[in-house]
Structure formats: C-alpha cells, structure tokens
Nanobody, 115 residues
Framework: QVQLAESGGGLVQAGGSLRLSCATS????????MAWYRQAPDRQRELVAT???????SYGNAVAGRFAISRDNAKNTVYLHMNNLKPEDTAVYYC?????????WGQGTQVTVAS
C-alpha cells in the first residue's frame, strides 16, 4: 500500500518562501512520475509541478520560474520549493503519484500567503 504524507505548509507573507515535503511509504524509485497539485477554495485542482524518475521536471504556467520540484531517493521524499509566494498561491497542496495503474494522493497541506 502506497502512502504519501505532505508537510511544510503554513502561513507566509507575500514574497516569502516555503518548502513542502512529500514522504512516501515505499521506495520512491518505484514511481515513474511524482507530482504536486493544489486546490484553492471554489476552484478545480490544478497541476503545479511534476518530476520523473530520471529527474525531468515540468511546471504549471502560474508557478514556472518561482517553484522548483526535486526528489531525494535516499529519503524517499519529494520536495516543492516555493519562492516569491503570492496571495493567489494560497491553496491546499497535494502530493500525487500513479503506481501500477492506481492513483495515490496525500492528505494535503495548507499554504496561506498573506498580502
């Protein structure tokens, strides 16, 4: 059973930084792709960033140039480094992967950016 656990959310002022972590219950090298999504109140869940097992990354247009995704295989953890945060980044952030044709989500971590 795959379990994902996010941490690192909180309240930050606009222009500040946060680092989110997603710890996995199984070896991270088992996953071809891992991703971060976010969902703001009354909005659809949107893709923030992805990273492949080979380290190839991609980003949503709203965060490109400000956020960076990385992975530490030894710690079975994926990170989301968020810089120059804006109030519109306020959302619950979720870690996601697909393993053996099943989708897995973490419980989410709240990020609130104050103006």
């Amino acid at each position: 059973q795959v379990q994902l656990a996010e941490s690192g959310g909180g309240l930050v002022q606009a222009g500040g930084s946060l680092r989110l972590s997603c710890a996995t219950s199984v070896s991270i090298v088992s996953f071809n792709v891992m991703a971060w999504y976010r969902q703001a109140p009354d909005r659809q869940r949107e893709l923030v960033a992805t990273i492949t097992s080979g380290g190839i990354t991609s980003y949503g247009n709203a965060v490109a140039g400000r956020f960076a995704i990385s992975r530490d295989n030894a710690k079975n953890t994926v990170y989301l480094h968020m810089n120059n945060l804006k109030p519109e980044d306020t959302a619950v952030y979720y870690c996601y992967t697909n393993h053996r044709s099943r989708d897995y989500w973490g419980q989410g971590t709240q990020v609130t950016v104050a103006s």
